[in-house]
């Protein structure tokens, strides 16, 4: 006679390692929102968004085995993750703006890398206009970096640079900082979809 389970094994709590970008470890912490908070603020202070990216990847694994310990047995703090994707998007369309406001910091400018070499010649900023249109940036290195990135959906590698086409009004496509990484698999699915912003509430990913 087979013996039914009665017992469902504990989760596997902390510490949890923050990392930085080159993989040390910066923080043992035991409680889950403590992790997110450091890895929110580590983010936050990314002087560029190569560094963002570099963070993000050292402790993607942490943070997905946190998000699936916190949903066992229904424990608290179970949309951690998906908030921390949602920060991940917020601090790389940040960097990424060629006008983003000084700081008073340090950070350097990486408005040249996203800017391609026809953009660089004089023309007219239509965005400073009475009615003003958005900038479109084109810049092929900026995608091919997203590109690199795991897949936000699944972290299948490699991904391909997706441009969320709600980030701007309609029209011509979306710039290039609006941008994320997608396996093949996904990004074929969202193409599919003619309402792009549920696709992306139905996974939590944004609000």
């Not at 000084?102 to 990486?110: N, Y």
Request: proline fraction near 7%; charge should be positive; glycine fraction near 4%.
């Amino acid at each position: 006679m087979r013996k039914a389970k009665q017992e469902k094994a504990a989760p596997l709590m902390g510490p949890w390692v923050l990392r930085s970008a080159s993989g040390a470890e910066e923080a043992s912490l035991d409680a889950p929102s403590d992790f997110a908070g450091a890895l929110r603020s580590a983010m936050t202070e990314a002087r560029d968004i190569e560094l963002l990216f570099a963070i993000w990847e050292q402790n993607v694994d942490t943070l997905r085995a946190l998000n699936r310990n916190l949903k066992q047995d229904q424990l608290p703090r179970s949309d951690i993750a998906p908030q921390l994707v949602n920060d991940l998007k917020q601090c790389a369309i940040k960097l990424a703006h060629p006008n983003n406001p000084a700081d008073g910091s340090d950070r350097p400018q990486k408005t040249s890398a996203l800017i391609s070499p026809a953009a660089a010649r004089p023309k007219i900023d239509k965005s400073v206009l009475t009615i003003g249109e958005p900038k479109r940036i084109r810049c092929k290195e900026h995608l091919r970096f997203v590109a690199s990135q795991p897949c936000l959906i699944c972290g299948r590698i490699p991904s391909q640079a997706h441009h969320i086409r709600y980030a701007q009004p309609r029209g011509l496509k979306v710039s290039d900082e609006f941008t994320v990484p997608l396996c093949a698999i996904h990004h074929h699915h969202i193409h599919t979809t003619g309402k792009e912003q549920e696709w992306w509430l139905e996974r939590k990913m944004i609000r």
